[in-house]
């Protein structure tokens, strides 16, 4: 990833853009942080925020115009949050901060006319710049327009404070007569720069040409001027327009660039999108005493309504995610330090495979944002260049291969066919769950569809082209296409949205249908209707591979309807239809949070779930929840449970077996000797084993390996044997006890250790 595609990726994920009501505020003062300490009664928590951010926060706070109110979220169908009456509590009960200013002075001198809010905010930020600054008020009573503001609402020892707390920070305060055009020429010649604030209580006269300009500049290069707000006396605004010109006098007398990096300055528009789906409007609270104001309890209680906006849509959708604590952008940046800088860490690692590359955060993103896609580039990247964990999706890449080797793969023309109009490509879990399933639906694609269809066992590809391994990808879909071509490039049918997604994607040339969209038009088989029994309402889990098939979902639906199955629809389905932890081969690289995932999705409601994925009926299956898929319900008297990973490679041997021998009267190759190896595993060994990714063929070949002359270990306490083989990278360790007709196994596990033999030292 380069650093200009990170920062195209960052400027997408719109999370850090300010909530509406800080991208209102001219000084940005962060209102939801603070609004979320006053609910929690933490005012003194919540005063730190407008001390960091506020001139004069004692008088802000008391007469702040507040045009953040207008931009509240909640002022779209009620009441806004009363923001500026809380400010107002803040400050009236806690006390005043003193200001300390450890930066080095600075030897050019400043002078700033008048004592309005623009001038005293100029003041207040340019004496902490290290500036020494002389404030001359042409007033007899220095505070400007302040001055005219009622006692009750700004009391007169307020603003006697802050003039203290400007002359305690250094500044020289001076009052004067009126000011003329000669006794601005005198300060621009004696100062380095001068401001004058127009808010001044007295009449300044036309001493200085004002444009109006944001920066404050005037017709004079060293004359800087400010306090002339719309709407008229903003006090917030007019803040605004001091600190801005103190701004621009900073770096005219360092001689940088006046303008750069100032876009965000003043009010701004966000970007940022809030869900509003659900969200109650309550009414604003009212104090008991309005003369007084919120107590601390009415600040809490209207604190409160505050809905914290944010988006983190795809947070919301998303425990991968959620898991991660954060938002898309902050991903992305340790993605990019992972990949080019650390050069690989775990935690990161582990991020960038867990994704499940379902797309979901894409869809509910307000700007598509993907993270799907920044973790299958990542992963791709980490391949290529040797940074790929070997454990992180190994075991599903060796099903994979399993998969596509002569053990199940196979590519015929439909028995007694020398040419195929079509094949059927029913997928390797399919293959693995439901074998009888899959040599049903070939038989009826024959029956009822075309004679000339043909049959392709094996695997898409899938868990190479999530794993981010490209040749191996390539080289399986190779060996697809060039049985696809040998049978003459006919269209393929596929029963996995999986598999469809990789043809749609990698093979658009075999213009390739889902099963289910050919059913809905050809009509169910006549057995279907007479053998349905379901009925109980059904919820539809639609596959996350299927997210954008919206032709494949109305058929299944279509179908369900036609098997005489009530259908009630998930809050997450079609578009927004959740995984089940096993794309992207997250239940692989994250198990946990796979777990919850699917545990997610299987609260979401009390129905019965129905499917057309078996890898989502088994994953959810496991968890006892009842579901079933499509299948089970047009051929039920074959409903299958989820077999585990040893029986999946199991049956799709078998299943190639007996179609070859049922169909084409052929007997398949010699099974391999380790095979004929029987087995005795207890249920809760076999658990163990399977969130191990230990195959039963594994043992298998660790036994065949002692059989055969390989050492073993003997517990002298329970007379259980240990013994280890390595098959490939990973070493396996088995306890087993031999009995007279099988082997019974207690445990086993494995690592990619290597134990080193060697003299002693």
């Known amino acids: 990833m380069e650093q200009k595609e990170l920062r195209e990726l960052e400027q997408r994920c719109i999370q850090d853009e300010p909530p509406f009501c800080t991208a209102a505020c001219p000084l940005h003062m962060d209102a939801r942080l603070f609004l979320q300490h006053m609910a929690h009664g933490k005012t003194q928590a919540a005063r730190k925020i407008l001390d960091k951010t506020l001139p004069f926060p004692a008088i802000l706070g008391r007469i702040c115009d507040h045009p953040c109110e207008a931009r509240c979220r909640l002022g779209e169908a009620g009441d806004p949050i009363a923001i500026g009456a809380l400010e107002r509590a803040c400050v009236s009960s806690t006390p005043t901060g003193k200001t300390r200013v450890l930066v080095p002075q600075k030897e050019k001198r400043v002078a700033l006319v008048g004592s309005g809010m623009s001038s005293l905010t100029a003041a207040w930020d340019l004496v902490r710049k290290g500036y020494p600054v002389h404030l001359i008020d042409p007033a007899p009573s220095p505070g400007g327009t302040l001055q005219g503001i009622p006692e009750a609402t700004l009391p007169r020892g307020i603003i006697a404070d802050a003039l203290a707390e400007l002359r305690e920070m250094g500044v020289q305060l001076e009052t004067t007569g009126p000011m003329d055009s000669e006794r601005i020429d005198t300060l621009c010649t004696t100062f380095d720069a001068v401001y004058v604030g127009l808010d001044s209580a007295s009449e300044k006269n036309p001493v200085v040409t004002f444009t109006g300009d944001p ?51 003043g009010a701004v528009t966000s970007r940022l999108y809030t869900n509003m789906d659900g969200v109650a409007h309550t009414p604003r609270t009212i104090a008991a005493n309005p003369n007084q104001g919120y107590t601390p309890e009415e600040a809490s209680t209207e604190a409160t309504r505050c809905i914290q906006c944010e988006c983190l849509e795809c947070v919301k959708v ?4 959620e898991k991660y604590k954060g938002s898309p952008r902050e991903y992305v940046r340790r993605i990019y330090n992972n990949l080019s800088i650390v050069k690989g860490t775990r935690t990161t690692n582990k991020m960038i495979n867990s994704c499940n590359l379902c797309g979901l955060c894409e869809t509910v993103c307000p700007t598509g944002f993907s993270m799907a896609e920044v973790c299958h580039t990542s992963r791709q990247h980490m391949v290529e260049t040797g940074k790929m964990p070997p454990s992180a999706h190994e075991f599903a890449l060796l099903d994979m291969a399993f998969s596509n080797s002569d053990d199940f793969f196979l590519v015929r023309h439909a028995p007694g066919e020398s040419s195929s109009a079509w094949l059927f490509f029913p997928g390797c879990q399919l293959g693995g769950a439901s074998p009888a399933h899959v040599a049903q639906a070939y038989g009826y694609l024959r029956e009822t569809h075309d004679t000339k269809t043909g049959l392709m066992l094996g695997c898409c590809g899938a868990p190479a082209h999530w794993g981010g391994d490209v ?90 309807n036609d098997l005489g199955a009530t259908v009630e629809e998930l809050p997450f389905s079609g578009e927004r239809t959740e995984c089940c932890g096993f ?179």
């Open 215 to 265: 920066s404050g500049s005037t017709d004079r290069e060293n004359l800087f001027a400010g306090g002339r707000s719309t709407p008229a006396n903003s006090p917030v605004l007019l803040a605004a327009q001091g600190r801005w010109a103190a701004t621009s006098m900073d770096r005219f007398l360092q001689n940088v660039s006046m303008t750069a990096g100032r876009e965000t300055e």
């Open 318 to 321: 998303c425990p991968y995610l």
């Open 471 to 560: 040749p191996l990808f390539e080289s399986v879909l190779a060996q697809i296409k060039a049985g696809w071509k040998n049978l003459g490039k006919p269209q393929i049918i596929t029963a996995c949205s999986s598999c469809q997604s990789v043809f749609s994607q990698f093979l658009p040339e075999a213009d390739t249908v889902s099963l289910w969209s050919l059913m809905a038009d050809h009509g169910l088989p006549e057995t279907a209707r007479s053998s349905q029994t379901e009925t109980l309402p059904l919820a539809v889990i639609d596959p996350c591979t299927a997210r954008h098939e919206t032709d494949v979902q109305k058929s299944v639906r279509l179908l369900l």
């Open 583 to 761: 794309g992207g081969l997250m239940s692989n690289a994250d198990p946990d949070v796979a777990r919850d995932l699917l545990e997610r999705r299987v609260q979401q409601s009390p129905l019965d779930y129905l499917t057309y994925c078996v890898v989502c009926r088994d994953h959810l299956a496991s968890t006892e929840k009842k579901t079933s898929h499509l299948f089970d319900l047009i051929w039920p008297e074959n409903r299958s449970t989820n077999p585990g990973y040893s029986l999946r490679q199991e049956n799709r041997t078998r299943l190639k077996s007996n179609i070859l021998k049922t169909l084409w009267h052929e007997e398949s190759e010699p099974e391999a000797p380790h095979r004929k190896i029987s087995l005795q595993i207890a249920p809760d060994v076999q658990d163990i084993l399977e969130s191990r990714r230990i195959l039963k063929e594994d043992i298998q070949q660790v036994l065949h390996h002692v059989k055969n002359g390989g050492e073993w270990l003997t517990n002298p306490t329970n007379g259980h044997k240990l013994a280890s083989y390595k098959p490939r990278k990973v070493t396996f360790w088995v306890e087993y006890q031999k009995l007279d007709d099988a082997w019974e196994i207690y445990n086993a596990y494995c690592h990619r250790m290597t134990v080193a033999k060697g003299d002693r030292q």
